[in-house]
């Protein structure tokens, strides 16, 4: 029961951000974008995290990349890394996945149709394969159980 439980919240917390991944990556506009910054944002302890549902019990780091693109008829800037808010309590593999921005250089970028103030820069991803692999995981477990458990009270 616990096991088909944890399928149910997992799937709305984390199949919601596979998703929201899956739509940026094949529903958002492609743009071009200039790399203004990047930093890693420090969470700390005691915050909510939105990629877990859950408060975070030390600090975790999140990738930031801070892009110039062109939306409708206005430049934009946006502060952003992936719509599945990746982070770690890494700092070093947070760092690392900034390599690929350089200040100043051309980037690849996902607007929102819907909110152009909003983009991505990165999709897919192990983020993906856990957003849609954890929740199937504990439902499949957790329906087998079900079912183990009703066959033992029927018999």
């Given at each position: 029961?616990?096991?088909?439980?944890?399928?149910?919240?997992?799937?709305?917390?984390?199949?919601?951000?596979?998703?929201?991944?899956?739509?940026?990556?094949?529903?958002?506009?492609?743009?071009?974008?200039?790399?203004?910054?990047?930093?890693?944002?420090?969470?700390?302890?005691?915050?909510?995290?939105?990629?877990?549902?859950?408060?975070?019990?030390?600090?975790?780091?999140?990738?930031?990349?801070?892009?110039?693109?062109?939306?409708?008829?206005?430049?934009?800037?946006?502060?952003?890394?992936?719509?599945?808010?990746?982070?770690?309590?890494?700092?070093?593999?947070?760092?690392?996945?900034?390599?690929?921005?350089?200040?100043?250089?051309?980037?690849?970028?996902?607007?929102?149709?819907?909110?152009?103030?909003?983009?991505?820069?990165?999709?897919?991803?192990?983020?993906?394969?856990?957003?849609?692999?954890?929740?199937?995981?504990f439902l499949v477990v957790g329906g087998?159980?079900?079912?183990?458990?009703?066959?033992?009270?029927?018999?």
């Amino acid at each position: 029961m616990a096991f088909l439980g944890a399928g149910i919240a997992s799937g709305f917390l984390l199949g919601a951000k596979a998703l929201k991944d899956l739509q940026a990556r094949y529903g958002w506009p492609e743009v071009e974008a200039t790399v203004l910054a990047t930093e890693v944002v420090v969470i700390g302890p005691g915050s909510h995290s939105a990629r877990t549902g859950t408060m975070r019990p030390e600090f975790e780091y999140h990738p930031m990349v801070t892009i110039r693109y062109e939306a409708g008829v206005r430049t934009r800037e946006a502060r952003c890394y992936d719509a599945f808010l990746t982070s770690s309590t890494s700092r070093g593999a947070e760092q690392a996945k900034l390599a690929p921005f350089p200040v100043g250089g051309k980037v690849r970028a996902w607007v929102n149709p819907d909110d152009p103030n909003e983009a991505v820069v990165r999709t897919g991803g192990m983020a993906l394969v856990v957003g849609i692999t954890v929740p199937v995981l504990f439902l499949v477990v957790g329906g087998f159980a079900m079912v183990a458990l009703i066959r033992r009270w029927m018999s």
